[in-house]
Nanobody
Framework: QVQLVESGGGSVQTGGSLRLSCAAS????????MGWYRQGPGKERELVAA???????KYADSVKGRFTIYRDNAKKTVYLEMNSAKPEDTAVYYC??????????????WGKGTLVTVSS
């Protein structure tokens, strides 16, 4: 079973930047869409960004223009570049692998998460 290990979380001030990484095990990384979700205090888990096997991306409206998702298949790693951070970005960020190369295929496999705190 694929293991997902997130890293890169931490504390940042409003307007600052962070880069999250998610390293995956297994041999099929390049065939699967990957995504980042987050769960803020008292909130439900929500999609932040996703990237298909072919490199197509989608973003939550709240992060468009500020966050970038990209992948390095050789390193079996997906990244989330966070810029212009806002306090409302504070959350635990989870990496996920989708069932297929499309991010419309659904997912039920998650990493343990990494905490991002944005202070004002």
């Amino acid at each position: 079973q694929v293991q997902l290990v997130e890293s890169g979380g931490g504390s940042v001030q409003t307007g600052g930047s962070l880069r999250l990484s998610c390293a995956a095990s297994g041999n099929s990384f390049s065939l699967n869409a990957m995504g980042w979700y987050r769960q803020g205090p008292g909130k439900e888990r929500e999609l932040v960004a996703a990237i298909s096997a072919g490199g197509f991306t989608k973003y939550a409206d709240s992060v468009k223009g500020r966050f970038t998702i990209y992948r390095d298949n050789a390193k079996k790693t997906v990244y989330l570049e966070m810029n212009s951070a806002k306090p409302e970005d504070t959350a635990v960020y989870y990496c996920t692998v989708y069932y297929s190369g499309s991010y419309d295929s659904g997912t039920d496999h998650w990493g343990k998460g990494t905490l991002v705190t944005v202070s004002s």
